[in-house]
């Protein structure tokens, strides 16, 4: 029950039948309490946003002093003495007539949907209560609804008025106050305007529907989470207790309910139509039908069913022949049916069906204890869905009393989200930051981050940002305000901070990307991170963020999730978005996913590809994201650790050029770039770092070494040294005079003085070796097979920044099918196949009826050696045309290096296998499709199908293409290693960081 008004008109015994009971006064409910217990609440008057909001209408032509109410049949006393002072009050409302004098009533009623033009129109509104609801501290809902609008309000007193509003409303106690206090305000607009404002900030924080609602709905999870409520189903039997109900005679006798909660009176005999359910609490409305007559043969009148205050009448002596032909000795019998509609209640209640007697007596024959609340609560309380949501929220808001903004909007402006997912996804977020083990080697400083942060015109705004800056628990940054050439006082407002890890760059007018870019240019911390003004961090996203990297020494950026708000012109907050966002980079080409705010990377990534597009005027962040992930898929740090906050009001360049399709263009061109191979594409070209490779002398002509240096040679100087003997064969001439021959012993002293990579050979013994004379001397190197790592040297395999082998992009190219060709071509991977296997299968495909398939094997179309590694220096561009590639293993576990698939994916076939291929890419079913170990049929059926849907294989085709390009591609790889050695030469070895785990040290106990 909720009373928001009138206390004098409820009886102490009504608040008896409900399980918990709302008052609109402070002061009033805690004495009720004192009678009822704890069940007994506070829920003030509220008022609807949506409705009620400052809107201004200059036609309306509204009085600079208004009321607006009906008189009640009496001369209520502020509009009394208002006029008794000589105010030119203005009213609208009822029944004024009798007490107005002319020109004063303006009219008899203002439509809700316009009241609010009004109450923001006025200069001042005037409000009163009764005298009763005013003692009690009944506030007026009024006061709600001109309080979202930013009325100044002058009111009556009433009590705990202060305590709700403050002194963002007037109040007065005499006419003679009254009428100075509306002079005063009436000609003081900004007194006016500062007090309705503060109202309106109060009322919409913490007063609407909305957030009552909230309430409500915490209060019931609570109270079935403690199964206190009386109207929770009971799985046991329920007590049989008494009730009372009047006799015929009209005195009370008790009636003594049975196991199902129910009694029936001896003295009529009745039926039901309706099963047993139409009591159970899923109903909201029931149609009851049914007979009934007394047993002495009194007439009977009427019929009703009634609980609490609620009666609802029905039809009787209806004709049942069916009863008179079961009870032929009693004549009432054929006019004894009965039916009714009746709204079933909310919460448990006792419902008596009643007859009338000629007498005018209301006899019950039928009396029942029902609850429908599973019903009436469906939208709130399915299946404990609302009662969890409150706990969970309980938990969170628990965990989020930390003094910093980010945890302030969860607490204050995002607390009456009604989204249990959202509570529980916070909740996880929150716990595992809490307990994430965030550790450092022992004896290393801290790495510096280095903070980028534009900004134009935002004076208003940047605080806040930079206020979330210093609240870090990481406190090694640097952060550099990149100021746009802004023409407001950002500069001084940046300045009164007063950190000395603030730098501020005063630039000329020319976009967010040449800004940023300026902050990247002047960085000089290990890692970089971005913030905009008017976006929110986490105060432990730098922690977490610099964690994430310093444990995975071979990934170059990473990114969080977001909670996506947007604000309106009050600054109330709305959760736009949350999800999680695993990384999909195809799907990133489409539409960006990542938000700057919470992309992180080592700021050899920007130093070997470049910063921000400089043209691009927005989506900037996308095309960043693009390139920077396109050669190494980010780590994905599942925490919330951004708001990002979006405000028509601010100026954004997300809605400033939302319109606008240049951007986008350009950021589709630079996608096609990455795809097409094209090397320098924002490249710093900073100078080329010198690169020593060592390789086993087998390895030269099995290992694709030529497609490993000619990718890397791209972007850095190498130099070539050759491990064990002297090779049969010429070295290629792209060596040149840069080989040197070493011993297993001479690893070490090259690997102390130069960035070394190390690649693999056939003889895997030596290379183990090798690698592991590598890891100890504490120098990052490249394996092109795992297995030449022991599977318990774990030391060794960290130490290891990259692994796999690379296909030359610029010799395997999609082949263009000039002339049709004779049915459909099917090339067959027979690499792991045994010859007569590969014979099999050829010869059964073949024999297909219905179908002419051709059957070219892997192997005939390139040799083993090529296939496997790529073309010797030199070789002319290899093309393939078939209509699907087969890659059939009666084993599920293969080496994708060892077969043709990357082949395949080059030359744009679409791949058909029998095996799963998530683990190579998690999105395969966009380039493969399953076909069941030698299920010949299904085979045809499936190249039939890729026959005659061409956008559908050429779809497969082209994604196929693109994850050859990101996975195997040399241009590509090239680049990636480039990076890693990068990260190797400046002394970020993953020895210094993937210590002991007994040489760790907590993070934030240095930091």
């Known amino acids: 029950m909720w009373n928001i008004s009138h206390p004098d008109r409820v009886v102490p015994g009504e608040y008896e039948d409900f399980d918990h009971v709302f008052i609109a006064s402070h002061s009033y409910a805690e004495e009720l309490a ?61 029944r004024w007539e009798e007490f107005l004098p002319p020109g004063h009533l303006k009219g008899l009623n203002i439509e809700n949907t316009v009241l609010r033009r009004y109450y923001s129109g006025c200069k001042i509104l005037l409000n009163d209560h009764w005298e009763t609801m005013a003692r009690n501290g009944f ?53 006016r305007r500062e007090k309705g404002e503060a109202l309106r900030k109060i009322v919409n924080r913490g007063h609407t529907f909305d957030f009552r609602a909230g309430q409500i709905l915490e209060t019931i999870a609570r109270l079935l989470e403690e199964g206190e409520a009386r109207s929770m189903p009971l799985s046991r039997t329920p007590e049989v207790r008494p009730a009372e109900v009047d006799s015929a005679a009209g005195k009370r006798e008790e009636i003594r309910f049975d196991a199902k909660g129910q009694w029936s009176s001896k003295r009529f005999k009745f039926a039901l139509s309706q099963p047993e359910k139409i009591w159970s609490n899923e109903l909201a409305e029931a149609h009851l039908r ?5 047993e002495d043969g009194r007439p009977l009148r009427a019929i009703r069913l009634r609980y609490g205050g609620s009666c ?107 989204d249990l997912e959202f509570w529980k996804a916070m909740e996880a977020s929150e716990t595992a930051l809490q307990e994430r083990p965030l550790s450092r080697p022992a004896g ?55 950190d000395k890890r603030i730098q501020f760059h005063k630039l000329p007018h020319a976009g ?61 907050y709305r959760l736009a978005a949350y999800r999680d966002l695993p990384f999909d980079h195809e799907a990133l080409t489409a539409k960006n996913f990542i938000d700057l705010n919470g992309f992180f990377h080592r700021i050899e ?103 490993l240096v000619r990718a890397l040679a791209r972007f850095c100087r190498v130099g070539v040294a050759i491990l064990g003997e002297h090779p049969d064969t010429d070295l290629p001439a792209l060596f040149g005079d840069a080989q040197l021959f070493l011993s297993s012993g001479e690893l070490i002293e090259v690997a102390r003085s130069k960035n070394v990579l190390l690649v693999s050979g056939s003889d895997q013994e030596a290379m183990r070796i090798a690698a592991q004379a590598w890891a100890q001397s504490g120098t990052p190197f490249l394996v092109a097979d795992t297995e030449i790592l022991a599977k318990d040297d774990r030391a060794t395999q960290a130490q290891a920044i990259w692994r796999g082998r690379m296909w030359d992009d610029r010799v395997f190219r999609p082949a263009t099918r000039k002339t049709p060709a004779a049915g459909l071509v099917l090339l067959l991977d027979d690499y792991g196949l045994s010859a007569d296997e590969a014979h099999q299968i050829r010869k059964q495909i073949e024999a297909q009826p219905s179908c002419s398939i051709r059957v070219i094997l892997l192997g005939a179309v390139f040799s083993k050696e090529n296939a496997r590694n790529g073309s010797p220096p030199g070789q002319r561009p290899l093309s393939f045309h078939a209509d699907a590639y087969l890659l059939w293993r009666s084993d ?68 196929g293409r693109r994850v050859f390009m990101r996975k195997f591609a040399a241009s590509t790889r090239g680049r990636s290693l480039a990076i890693s050695c990068r990260v190797a030469a400046a002394g970020r070895t993953r020895r210094e960081m993937m210590n002991d785990a007994e040489a760790l040290l907590p993070m934030n106990s240095v930091a």
Request: hydrophobic content about 40%.
């Open 312 to 418: 609802f009448e029905g039809e009787c002596g209806l004709d049942r022949p069916d009863v008179a032909r079961a009870f032929p000795h009693y004549p009432m019998a054929l006019r004894s049916g009965f039916r009714l509609t009746v709204r079933m209640p909310l919460l448990r209640k006792t419902i008596y069906l009643e007859i009338q007697e000629a007498d005018g007596n209301w006899i019950p024959f039928f009396v029942r204890q029902v609850s429908s609340w599973r019903f009436h609560l469906q939208p709130f309380l399915a299946a404990g869905r609302w009662m969890k949501q409150f706990a969970v929220r309980k938990r969170v808001l628990g965990l989020a009393r930390r003094a910093s903004l980010f945890h302030q909007i969860v607490r204050e402006e995002l607390s009456s989200v009604l």
């Open 444 to 498: 290393t400083s801290p790495p510096l981050v280095s903070i980028i942060m534009p900004t134009y015109n935002r004076a208003q705004l940047i605080l806040q940002a930079i206020e979330s800056v210093r609240s870090q628990s990481w406190s090694n940054w640097e952060l550099h305000v990149c100021d746009d050439g802004s023409e407001d006082n950002t500069e001084a407002v940046v300045g009164s901070v007063g």
């Open 290 to 294: 049914g007979w009934c007559f007394a």
């Open 512 to 572: 967010a990307a040449p800004a940023r870019n300026h902050g990247l240019s002047r960085a000089s911390g290990r890692y970089i991170a971005y913030l905009d003004t008017d976006n929110v961090w986490h105060p432990d996203y730098l922690l977490t963020m610099v964690g994430a990297l310093e444990s995975e020494p071979g990934a170059f950026t990473a990114y969080c999730k977001y909670l996506d708000t947007e604000l309106d012109a009050e600054d109330r």
């Open 605 to 707: 990534v920007y130093r070997e590809l470049g910063g921000f597009t400089d043209r691009l005027i927005r989506l900037q962040d996308w095309d960043l994201a693009v390139r920077f992930t396109f050669y190494q898929d980010p780590l994905y740090v599942d925490h919330f650790l951004v708001i990002y906050r979006r405000n028509a009001g601010w100026n954004q360049l997300t809605t400033l050029h939302e319109h606008r399709t240049g951007p986008r263009q350009i950021v589709r061109e630079n996608i096609d770039r990455l795809f097409l191979g094209t090397p320098d594409l924002g490249r710093n070209h900073a100078e080329a770092l010198p690169v020593q490779v060592i390789v086993h002398a087998d390895a030269i002509v099995t290992d694709g070494f030529g497609s």
């Open 892 to 959: 599920s576990q293969i080496e994708w290096v060892t077969s043709g698939l990357p082949f395949a994916l080059a030359l744009e076939i679409p791949v058909l296998t029998n095996q799963d291929l998530s683990q190579f890419d998690p999105k395969c079913g966009r380039f493969s499709r399953r076909v069941g170990w030698l299920a010949f049929d299904e085979l045809k059926s499936q190249m039939l199908a890729l026959e005659k849907d061409a956008k559908s294989a050429g779809r497969m085709k082209i994604y």
């Open 139 to 191: 506030l007026s809902n009024r006061l709600f609804d001109a309080g979202a609008c930013a009325a100044c309000v002058i009111s009556d007193q009433a009590a705990g008025m202060e305590a709700v509003f403050g002194d963002s409303i007037v109040t007065y106690e005499t006419p003679k106050q009254l009428r100075e206090l509306v002079d005063y305000y009436l000609t003081d607009d900004e007194a």
């Open 34 to 94: 004192s009678k009822l217990g704890a069940r007994v609440g506070t829920l003030l008057q509220c008022t609807d946003p949506g409705l009620f909001f400052p809107e201004h209408s200059a036609d309306l032509g509204i009085e600079p002093l208004l009321f607006v109410g009906n008189s009640r049949k009496e001369y209520r006393r502020i509009v009394r003495d208002a006029i008794a002072v000589g105010l030119p009050v203005a009213v609208y409302g009822s």
